[in-house]
């Protein structure tokens, strides 16, 4: 376990970059949800996330998905990525303890979940390539 903000990580950190359309690349230390467990807990019951920290869903295959935010203490971007690490939706700033479903739109690999405002903040958007392991399959 590593502990890191007040949160307990079940995982080592991986290292994660997105590049916008406009050149710009943004780092990221990722935790990686591989199996249904992890995926399934998430970031629940966290209260806290540092600001270059999140967690990749990787769903080991391409289909649509859907995420909801049921346990989920803090605001998130979840962003819907392709199989080639392209982001096919942004859906920005989650509602916290929501049991409504957000669906990806599309058929995807994965899901990256930052912290609330960090696409817009970052002008992380659709079409900016997410460089990371999994979209080199």
Known sequence: ???SAGAV????MEALSITTQGGQKHGFQVE???NDADRAQGLMFRRSMAADHGML???GRVEPVSMWMQNTYLPLDMLFIR???TIARVAANTEPLSTRTISSGEPVLAVLELNAGTAARLGIKPGDKVE???FRR
Do not use: C, K, S
């Open 132 to 134: 990371h392991p999994l």
């Open 32 to 34: 990686v949800a591989r």
């Open 9 to 12: 990580y079940a995982q080592a």
């Open 1 to 3: 376990m590593i502990a």
């Open 57 to 59: 869903f990787d769903f």
């Open 83 to 85: 199989q080639d690490g």
